[in-house]
Protein backbone atom coordinates (compact mmCIF):
# COMPACT_ATOMS: atom_id res chain seq x y z
CA UNK A 1 0.00 0.00 0.00
CA UNK A 2 0.80 3.34 -0.87
CA UNK A 3 2.65 5.24 2.21
CA UNK A 4 0.44 8.20 3.86
CA UNK A 5 1.64 11.56 3.24
CA UNK A 6 2.27 14.19 6.23
CA UNK A 7 2.33 18.12 5.96
CA UNK A 8 2.86 20.81 8.13
CA UNK A 9 4.34 24.26 8.55
CA UNK A 10 5.23 26.63 10.85
CA UNK A 11 5.67 30.03 10.60
CA UNK A 12 9.01 32.01 11.14
CA UNK A 13 7.66 34.84 12.54
CA UNK A 14 8.84 35.09 16.13
CA UNK A 15 10.75 32.66 18.66
CA UNK A 16 9.23 29.14 19.12
CA UNK A 17 8.86 28.52 22.76
CA UNK A 18 8.63 25.28 24.81
CA UNK A 19 5.21 24.74 24.42
CA UNK A 20 5.21 24.71 20.19
CA UNK A 21 8.12 22.42 20.87
CA UNK A 22 6.52 19.78 23.00
CA UNK A 23 3.19 20.60 21.07
CA UNK A 24 4.21 20.55 17.56
CA UNK A 25 7.84 19.98 16.26
CA UNK A 26 8.74 16.97 19.09
CA UNK A 27 5.38 15.07 17.82
CA UNK A 28 6.03 15.24 14.63
CA UNK A 29 9.30 13.51 14.71
CA UNK A 30 7.99 9.69 14.84
CA UNK A 31 6.16 10.47 11.60
CA UNK A 32 8.98 10.33 9.92
CA UNK A 33 9.45 7.06 10.72
CA UNK A 34 5.91 5.68 9.03
CA UNK A 35 4.81 8.63 6.50
CA UNK A 36 6.10 10.33 3.97
CA UNK A 37 6.05 13.62 5.36
CA UNK A 38 6.75 17.27 4.19
CA UNK A 39 7.75 20.09 6.66
CA UNK A 40 7.78 23.72 5.48
CA UNK A 41 8.51 27.08 6.79
CA UNK A 42 5.81 29.50 6.21
CA UNK A 43 7.27 32.40 5.16
CA UNK A 44 4.39 33.43 2.18
CA UNK A 45 1.80 33.44 5.71
CA UNK A 46 4.39 35.66 7.86
CA UNK A 47 4.35 38.24 5.49
CA UNK A 48 -0.06 38.54 6.46
CA UNK A 49 1.71 40.43 9.31
CA UNK A 50 4.24 43.20 9.06
CA UNK A 51 7.67 42.25 8.90
CA UNK A 52 11.07 43.71 9.01
CA UNK A 53 12.52 41.83 5.66
CA UNK A 54 15.93 41.24 6.95
CA UNK A 55 14.84 39.46 10.13
CA UNK A 56 12.02 37.33 8.40
CA UNK A 57 15.30 36.14 5.87
CA UNK A 58 17.27 35.34 9.24
CA UNK A 59 13.88 33.63 10.95
CA UNK A 60 13.49 31.68 7.41
CA UNK A 61 16.92 30.32 7.84
CA UNK A 62 16.78 29.90 12.06
CA UNK A 63 13.70 27.92 11.93
CA UNK A 64 14.59 25.56 9.17
CA UNK A 65 17.77 24.98 11.16
CA UNK A 66 16.14 24.58 14.12
CA UNK A 67 13.90 21.80 12.63
CA UNK A 68 16.96 20.10 12.09
CA UNK A 69 18.44 20.37 15.02
CA UNK A 70 15.52 18.79 16.27
CA UNK A 71 15.59 15.86 14.85
CA UNK A 72 13.77 16.48 11.59
CA UNK A 73 15.85 14.12 9.12
CA UNK A 74 16.30 15.70 5.54
CA UNK A 75 17.29 11.94 4.46
CA UNK A 76 13.62 10.74 5.36
CA UNK A 77 11.58 14.12 5.22
CA UNK A 78 11.38 17.09 2.59
CA UNK A 79 12.04 19.89 4.64
CA UNK A 80 12.13 23.49 2.34
CA UNK A 81 10.82 26.64 2.64
CA UNK A 82 7.73 28.06 1.49
CA UNK A 83 8.05 30.52 -1.20
CA UNK A 84 10.64 28.36 -2.73
CA UNK A 85 7.82 26.10 -4.43
CA UNK A 86 5.76 28.70 -6.33
CA UNK A 87 2.88 26.07 -6.87
CA UNK A 88 1.67 27.38 -3.12
CA UNK A 89 0.80 31.11 -4.70
CA UNK A 90 -0.30 29.07 -7.42
CA UNK A 91 -3.07 26.96 -6.36
CA UNK A 92 -4.14 29.49 -3.58
CA UNK A 93 -5.09 31.61 -7.02
CA UNK A 94 -6.99 28.87 -8.26
CA UNK A 95 -8.63 27.83 -4.59
CA UNK A 96 -9.60 31.84 -4.01
CA UNK A 97 -12.20 31.19 -7.05
CA UNK A 98 -14.23 28.85 -5.01
CA UNK A 99 -13.68 30.26 -1.69
CA UNK A 100 -15.95 32.20 -0.20
CA UNK A 101 -15.37 36.09 1.15
CA UNK A 102 -18.41 35.50 3.90
CA UNK A 103 -16.48 31.86 4.70
CA UNK A 104 -13.14 33.82 5.43
CA UNK A 105 -14.45 36.77 7.53
CA UNK A 106 -16.23 34.14 9.93
CA UNK A 107 -12.72 32.69 10.81
CA UNK A 108 -11.53 33.12 14.41
CA UNK A 109 -8.07 34.12 13.78
CA UNK A 110 -8.72 36.14 11.06
CA UNK A 111 -11.30 38.38 13.50
CA UNK A 112 -8.67 38.00 15.79
CA UNK A 113 -5.74 39.21 13.79
CA UNK A 114 -7.72 42.10 12.33
CA UNK A 115 -8.26 43.50 15.88
CA UNK A 116 -4.05 42.70 16.85
CA UNK A 117 -3.28 44.39 13.30
CA UNK A 118 -6.42 46.84 12.71
CA UNK A 119 -4.45 48.94 10.71
CA UNK A 120 -3.33 46.66 8.43
CA UNK A 121 -6.38 44.76 7.52
CA UNK A 122 -4.84 43.36 4.46
CA UNK A 123 -6.22 40.55 1.76
CA UNK A 124 -3.63 38.29 2.89
CA UNK A 125 -4.72 37.91 6.30
CA UNK A 126 -8.18 37.25 4.82
CA UNK A 127 -6.91 34.80 2.54
CA UNK A 128 -4.73 33.19 5.13
CA UNK A 129 -6.83 29.86 5.28
CA UNK A 130 -7.12 29.79 1.56
CA UNK A 131 -3.06 29.67 1.17
CA UNK A 132 -2.79 27.20 4.05
CA UNK A 133 -5.29 24.63 2.35
CA UNK A 134 -3.34 24.81 -0.66
CA UNK A 135 -0.47 24.03 1.42
CA UNK A 136 -2.01 20.74 2.34
CA UNK A 137 -3.58 19.64 -0.91
CA UNK A 138 -0.88 20.38 -3.30
CA UNK A 139 0.72 17.08 -1.54
CA UNK A 140 -2.61 15.14 -1.42
CA UNK A 141 -2.07 14.50 2.09
CA UNK A 142 -3.92 12.14 4.24
CA UNK A 143 -2.78 13.72 7.92
CA UNK A 144 -1.57 17.27 9.24
CA UNK A 145 -0.57 17.51 12.90
CA UNK A 146 -1.89 20.76 13.95
CA UNK A 147 -2.51 22.51 16.96
CA UNK A 148 -6.25 22.72 18.44
CA UNK A 149 -6.10 26.64 17.35
CA UNK A 150 -6.11 25.30 13.33
CA UNK A 151 -8.73 23.23 13.96
CA UNK A 152 -10.86 25.95 12.47
CA UNK A 153 -8.35 25.98 9.29
CA UNK A 154 -8.07 22.17 8.75
CA UNK A 155 -11.94 22.57 8.42
CA UNK A 156 -11.65 25.05 5.65
CA UNK A 157 -9.06 22.89 3.45
CA UNK A 158 -11.45 20.15 3.58
CA UNK A 159 -14.37 21.86 2.57
CA UNK A 160 -12.30 23.61 -0.12
CA UNK A 161 -11.38 20.23 -1.22
CA UNK A 162 -14.74 18.34 -1.53
CA UNK A 163 -16.10 21.56 -3.09
CA UNK A 164 -13.38 21.70 -5.87
CA UNK A 165 -13.74 17.85 -6.36
CA UNK A 166 -18.07 18.08 -6.38
CA UNK A 167 -17.19 20.80 -9.19
CA UNK A 168 -14.54 19.50 -11.34
CA UNK A 169 -14.23 15.98 -10.57
CA UNK A 170 -12.11 13.68 -7.93
CA UNK A 171 -8.68 16.31 -7.88
CA UNK A 172 -8.18 16.42 -3.83
CA UNK A 173 -7.14 13.78 -1.22
CA UNK A 174 -9.17 14.97 1.57
CA UNK A 175 -7.22 15.50 4.65
CA UNK A 176 -7.63 14.76 8.02
CA UNK A 177 -6.61 16.82 11.58
CA UNK A 178 -3.68 14.28 13.32
CA UNK A 179 -4.92 16.73 16.66
CA UNK A 180 -1.99 15.56 18.99
CA UNK A 181 -2.49 14.94 22.51
CA UNK A 182 -1.40 17.05 24.28
CA UNK A 183 0.30 15.04 27.50
CA UNK A 184 0.35 18.74 29.37
CA UNK A 185 -0.67 22.16 28.18
CA UNK A 186 2.12 24.15 28.85
CA UNK A 187 1.03 28.06 30.39
CA UNK A 188 2.34 31.19 30.75
CA UNK A 189 4.90 31.12 33.24
CA UNK A 190 2.97 34.96 34.52
CA UNK A 191 -0.41 34.04 33.97
CA UNK A 192 -0.35 30.08 34.30
CA UNK A 193 -4.65 29.83 33.14
CA UNK A 194 -3.26 30.93 29.84
CA UNK A 195 -1.72 29.47 27.18
CA UNK A 196 2.32 29.83 26.69
CA UNK A 197 2.26 32.05 23.46
CA UNK A 198 5.28 32.92 21.46
CA UNK A 199 3.54 36.47 20.70
CA UNK A 200 2.87 37.06 24.77
CA UNK A 201 4.22 40.81 24.99
CA UNK A 202 5.89 39.97 28.35
CA UNK A 203 8.89 38.16 27.39
CA UNK A 204 8.90 36.61 31.02
CA UNK A 205 5.67 34.82 30.11
CA UNK A 206 7.53 32.59 28.00
CA UNK A 207 10.73 30.31 27.47
CA UNK A 208 12.07 30.21 24.01
CA UNK A 209 13.83 27.89 22.51
CA UNK A 210 16.41 29.75 21.92
CA UNK A 211 16.57 31.83 25.91
CA UNK A 212 20.36 31.02 27.34
CA UNK A 213 20.46 28.89 30.62
CA UNK A 214 20.74 32.11 32.66
CA UNK A 215 17.42 33.51 31.07
CA UNK A 216 15.82 30.48 31.53
CA UNK A 217 16.90 29.72 34.97
CA UNK A 218 15.50 33.62 35.70
CA UNK A 219 12.17 33.46 34.67
CA UNK A 220 11.60 30.13 36.33
CA UNK A 221 12.38 31.93 39.65
CA UNK A 222 10.14 35.01 38.50
CA UNK A 223 7.31 32.60 37.88
CA UNK A 224 3.95 32.72 39.80
CA UNK A 225 2.75 30.50 42.05
CA UNK A 226 0.92 30.53 45.21
CA UNK A 227 1.42 31.11 49.37
CA UNK A 228 0.30 28.02 50.31
CA UNK A 229 4.01 26.02 49.46
CA UNK A 230 2.90 22.37 49.03
CA UNK A 231 3.71 21.14 45.54
CA UNK A 232 0.78 19.53 44.30
CA UNK A 233 -0.74 19.26 40.93
CA UNK A 234 -4.21 20.61 41.54
CA UNK A 235 -6.63 23.03 39.34
CA UNK A 236 -6.34 25.79 42.06
CA UNK A 237 -2.68 25.54 41.95
CA UNK A 238 -2.22 26.16 38.25
CA UNK A 239 1.13 27.95 38.52
CA UNK A 240 2.52 25.40 40.75
CA UNK A 241 0.71 22.72 38.29
CA UNK A 242 2.16 24.44 35.33
CA UNK A 243 5.74 24.09 36.55
CA UNK A 244 4.91 20.38 37.66
CA UNK A 245 3.43 19.98 33.94
CA UNK A 246 6.58 21.36 32.52
CA UNK A 247 8.88 18.99 34.51
CA UNK A 248 7.13 16.12 33.81
CA UNK A 249 7.19 16.30 29.92
CA UNK A 250 11.03 16.93 29.90
CA UNK A 251 12.24 14.50 32.31
CA UNK A 252 9.33 12.38 30.88
CA UNK A 253 8.12 11.06 34.24
CA UNK A 254 4.19 10.87 35.02
CA UNK A 255 2.84 14.30 37.28
CA UNK A 256 2.72 11.69 40.20
CA UNK A 257 6.18 10.79 40.23
CA UNK A 258 7.54 14.15 39.64
CA UNK A 259 5.34 15.48 42.83
CA UNK A 260 7.06 12.45 44.66
CA UNK A 261 10.51 13.85 43.93
CA UNK A 262 9.60 17.45 45.38
CA UNK A 263 7.99 15.83 48.17
CA UNK A 264 8.60 18.16 51.49
CA UNK A 265 10.70 21.02 49.13
CA UNK A 266 9.66 24.71 48.75
CA UNK A 267 8.93 26.46 46.08
CA UNK A 268 12.73 27.94 45.11
CA UNK A 269 13.78 24.13 45.04
CA UNK A 270 10.89 23.04 42.42
CA UNK A 271 11.34 26.01 40.12
CA UNK A 272 15.70 25.50 40.45
CA UNK A 273 14.89 22.04 39.03
CA UNK A 274 12.03 22.60 36.57
CA UNK A 275 14.73 25.35 34.90
CA UNK A 276 18.33 23.25 35.33
CA UNK A 277 15.64 20.63 33.59
CA UNK A 278 14.42 22.69 30.87
CA UNK A 279 18.12 24.56 30.03
CA UNK A 280 19.38 20.87 29.74
CA UNK A 281 17.07 19.87 27.43
CA UNK A 282 17.51 22.72 25.22
CA UNK A 283 21.41 22.88 25.54
CA UNK A 284 21.88 20.13 22.75
CA UNK A 285 19.33 21.60 20.56
CA UNK A 286 20.39 25.42 20.67
CA UNK A 287 23.93 23.96 19.99
CA UNK A 288 23.09 21.91 17.07
CA UNK A 289 21.33 24.80 15.32
CA UNK A 290 23.99 27.43 15.99
CA UNK A 291 26.66 24.76 14.72
CA UNK A 292 24.04 24.64 11.38
CA UNK A 293 23.49 28.41 11.33
CA UNK A 294 27.29 28.75 11.16
CA UNK A 295 27.16 26.48 7.61
CA UNK A 296 25.00 28.50 5.84
CA UNK A 297 26.06 27.29 2.42
CA UNK A 298 24.98 23.46 3.58
CA UNK A 299 22.10 24.90 5.11
CA UNK A 300 20.70 26.43 1.74
CA UNK A 301 21.68 23.58 -0.08
CA UNK A 302 19.66 21.48 1.78
CA UNK A 303 16.55 23.89 1.49
CA UNK A 304 16.96 23.78 -2.26
CA UNK A 305 16.82 20.16 -2.62
CA UNK A 306 13.86 19.79 -0.29
CA UNK A 307 11.94 22.74 -2.80
CA UNK A 308 13.28 20.68 -5.72
CA UNK A 309 11.78 17.54 -3.95
CA UNK A 310 8.52 19.39 -3.02
CA UNK A 311 7.77 20.29 -6.62
CA UNK A 312 7.81 17.38 -8.05
CA UNK A 313 5.40 16.26 -5.82
CA UNK A 314 3.49 20.04 -6.10
CA UNK A 315 3.89 20.44 -9.94
CA UNK A 316 1.33 17.65 -10.02
CA UNK A 317 -1.30 18.49 -8.48
CA UNK A 318 -0.98 22.10 -9.82
CA UNK A 319 -1.51 20.99 -13.40
CA UNK A 320 -4.08 18.31 -13.03
CA UNK A 321 -6.01 21.82 -11.25
CA UNK A 322 -5.68 23.62 -13.98
CA UNK A 323 -6.79 21.42 -16.53
CA UNK A 324 -9.78 20.17 -14.89
CA UNK A 325 -10.95 24.18 -14.52
CA UNK A 326 -9.73 25.06 -18.07
CA UNK A 327 -6.73 26.75 -18.36
CA UNK A 328 -5.22 26.37 -21.33
CA UNK A 329 -1.60 23.64 -21.26
CA UNK A 330 1.33 26.22 -22.45
N1 LIG B 1 -1.00 28.35 10.11
C1 LIG B 1 -0.09 27.45 10.74
C2 LIG B 1 0.30 28.02 12.11
O1 LIG B 1 0.31 29.20 12.30
C3 LIG B 1 1.15 27.29 9.91
C4 LIG B 1 0.84 26.60 8.62
C5 LIG B 1 0.93 27.13 7.37
C6 LIG B 1 0.42 25.25 8.48
N2 LIG B 1 0.59 26.21 6.44
C7 LIG B 1 0.27 25.05 7.07
C8 LIG B 1 0.16 24.21 9.38
C9 LIG B 1 -0.17 23.82 6.58
C10 LIG B 1 -0.26 22.99 8.88
C11 LIG B 1 -0.43 22.79 7.49
O2 LIG B 1 0.62 27.25 12.98
Known sequence: MEEKTVYSAVQPSGDLTIGNYIGSIRNWLPLQESYTCYFAVADLHSITVRQ???????????????????????????????SHVPEHAQLCWALNTIAYVGEMERMTQFKDKSQKHADNINMGLMDYPVLMASDILLYQTDLVPVGQDQTQHLEICRDLAIRFNNRYGETFRVPKAHIIKERAKICSLLEPTKKMSKSDENPNASIFLTDPRDVILKKFKRAVTDSDNTIRYAEEKPGVSNLLAIYSVFRGCTIAEAEKSFEGCGYGTLKTAVGETVADALEPIQREQQRLLGEREYLLSLLKKGAENARERAEKTLISVYEKIGLLRG
Do not use: I
Open 52 to 82: DPALLRERTLSLAALYLACGVDPEKTTLYVQ
